[in-house]
Every structure is written in structure tokens, then in C-alpha cells.
């Protein structure tokens, strides 16, 4: 046997609460702060404790006076029935956002397809009435969490999982955003606060974020950026008012900015017969 293979490699030590708690402090996010997160927890390798970790580190890092915001969207045309918070079915942006809705003081938005779950002093404010309101668009908690100075916070995932872009592409009213969607349903049944059941208008629904990355050459240029590690995972902060009005400049340059060019994207080649078409005759 090659003695230079008669060994089993030592793992790294987990990842800390601790750990997490001071790498997000160290980029500077601090008690009383406002935050969006979207969380990779795979991408920071082995953490003590999970997803819980993840969260006390992330409540931990903005105090009781902070406010912690993630979103929860669902896969909403395999939804059926009717959306109940009470139960709410699987999402897909990660186990950290299923574990902050166990909290006991948390709050689950009423969207039935791209709900977010809040906690901390404006989480009420932030959620409220979200069933009524765009989902990421302007008034959605993710523009009320930056109009209120909150931040956005990157951790293991690039500008692609970033929700607040599209909330710049509302800002901007580049051409394709809100327009009906062919391949998206135009409501689901939802439980309001009451109990009841009410049909939600399914309005400016987002499209495709695999350009995204687009913008960060440009965000970072502007020196909105704050970058760092935890564990394997890289990280970022950004302001979200700044973020938004970055992305509103950007569209203003070059309206198709975030759109790809994969052809089998069906959302990008048909959001540029929008940007081509003739203004509207008023």
C-alpha cells in the first residue's frame, strides 16, 4: 500500500454559532439593523447545530432591537387548494428560513407564492397586508425593509438569489416587469388573517434572475459591496435603498441588463418582445 494514501483526512471543525455570530459583525451588521438574508447553509460546510445555529447567529448579530427578514417562496403552480400559513407547504429558499418560521415569534406573510417570514420590532410592519401588495416589487416587505434603511445580506449565494433586484427592476418600470405571464397562473386561494378564504391576484410576478450576476461589477464600483467569509462561505452586505437605486441606474443604461441569453429561457425571450415593442399611445 502507497503509505501516502494510508490515512483518512481530517474534516475541518464545524462552524460555530459564535463563529457565525462574530463573521457577521465583523462585516458589519450590528444591533438595531434591519436585514434580508438568504441563506446557503451547505455552503458554509459543517455548522454545530444547523440551521438553528444559523439563525441564533443571525438574530444574535442584530440584537432585540434588529429586524430578520427571510424569504419563503413556494413552488406556487404546484400549489393547489388554498395557501394557509398555519400550514404552509415546502419552499424552496432553504432550511434557515423554515427553521426562523418555528420561532415563536415570527411572522409568515399571507403570499401565497412568495411569502417571506419576519421577526424582530418591524416584523409586523414589514409583513403586513403582503397578500394585497406586490410580492417583490414596490411596497413589498423586501422594498419596505430597505425604505426603512434595512440591508441585504448575502451568505454562500451570488446576485442570482438576490429577491431585492427585482425590487429595483419595479423601481425602474423597465418595460417587462408586471406584465402578465403566460406561463404562471393569475391567482391562488389564500387564508387572510381571519381566517377566510380570498382569491390573491397573482400580480408582478418576478422573472429570471440567472443575470444578476450582471450587476455586481456595477453595485461594487459604487462601493456598495461589503465582502467576507464564514467558514467556506463567502458573504455580503449591502445597503438596500442604495442597492435599489444602483439597479434603477443600471436599467436605465442598458434596460435589458438583467436578462440572459440561454436559449432555453423562456422568461428572457419573451420579457425582450417587451423592451422592443412601441411605447404605449396616450
Known amino acids: 500500500m502507497d503509505p501516502r494514501h494510508d490515512y483518512e483526512p481530517i474534516p475541518p471543525p464545524p462552524v460555530t454559532r459564535d463563529e457565525l455570530t462574530a463573521g457577521l459583525r465583523q462585516i458589519g451588521l450590528g444591533h438595531g439593523d434591519l436585514v434580508v438574508a438568504h441563506v446557503s447553509l451547505s455552503s458554509l460546510g459543517r455548522v454545530e447545530g444547523g440551521a438553528?445555529?444559523?439563525?441564533?447567529?443571525l438574530l444574535a448579530a442584530v440584537g432585540p432591537e434588529g429586524t430578520l427578514l427571510l424569504p419563503r417562496f413556494s413552488t406556487y403552480f404546484d400549489l393547489g387548494g388554498v395557501y394557509d400559513r398555519r400550514r404552509p407547504p415546502p419552499t424552496w429558499?432553504?432550511?434557515?428560513?423554515?427553521?426562523?418560521?418555528?420561532?415563536?415569534?415570527?411572522?409568515?406573510?399571507?403570499?401565497?407564492?412568495?411569502?417571506?417570514?419576519?421577526?424582530?420590532?418591524?416584523?409586523?410592519?414589514v409583513t403586513a397586508g403582503h397578500d394585497r401588495v406586490s410580492p417583490l416589487g414596490v411596497d413589498s416587505p423586501f422594498d419596505r425593509m430597505a425604505q426603512r434603511g434595512g440591508r441585504v445580506l448575502l451568505v454562500?449565494?451570488?446576485?442570482?438569489?438576490?429577491?431585492?433586484?427585482?425590487?429595483?427592476?419595479?423601481?425602474?418600470?423597465?418595460?417587462?416587469?408586471?406584465?402578465?405571464?403566460?406561463?404562471?397562473?393569475?391567482g391562488l386561494w389564500s387564508l387572510d388573517e381571519l381566517g377566510d378564504r380570498r382569491w390573491v391576484r397573482l400580480s408582478e410576478l418576478p422573472g429570471d434572475s440567472y443575470a444578476f450576476v450582471n450587476v455586481e461589477p456595477?453595485?461594487?464600483?459604487?462601493?456598495?459591496?461589503?465582502?467576507?467569509?464564514?467558514?467556506?462561505?463567502?458573504?455580503?452586505?449591502?445597503?438596500?435603498?442604495?442597492?435599489?437605486?444602483?439597479?434603477?441606474?443600471?436599467?436605465?443604461?442598458?434596460?435589458?441588463?438583467?436578462?440572459?441569453?440561454r436559449p432555453g429561457c423562456s422568461f428572457c425571450n419573451w420579457a425582450r418582445q417587451w423592451l422592443s415593442a412601441p411605447p404605449p399611445e396616450h
Not at 438553528?52 to 447567529?57: E, G, H, I, K
Not at 419576519?118 to 416584523?123: C, D, E, K, L, R
Not at 454562500?156 to 405571464?181: D, L, S
Not at 463567502?234 to 441588463?257: C, N, T, Y
Open 52 to 57: 438553528a445555529a444559523v439563525v441564533d447567529a
Open 93 to 125: 429558499t432553504g432550511r434557515v428560513s423554515d427553521c426562523l418560521v418555528g420561532r415563536p415569534d415570527a411572522i409568515l406573510s399571507l403570499h401565497p407564492s412568495h411569502a417571506v417570514v419576519a421577526i424582530g420590532p418591524q416584523a409586523h410592519a
Open 156 to 186: 454562500g449565494v451570488n446576485q442570482r438569489a438576490n429577491t431585492t433586484i427585482h425590487t429595483g427592476e419595479a423601481h425602474a418600470q423597465v418595460a417587462y416587469w408586471g406584465k402578465p405571464r403566460p406561463d404562471r397562473p393569475q
Open 218 to 261: 456595477f453595485l461594487a464600483a459604487r462601493g456598495l459591496v461589503a465582502s467576507g467569509r464564514i467558514g467556506r462561505a463567502s458573504i455580503r452586505l449591502m445597503p438596500g435603498k442604495g442597492l435599489i437605486a444602483a439597479v434603477v441606474e443600471f436599467l436605465r443604461q442598458d434596460p435589458g441588463g438583467l436578462l440572459c441569453h
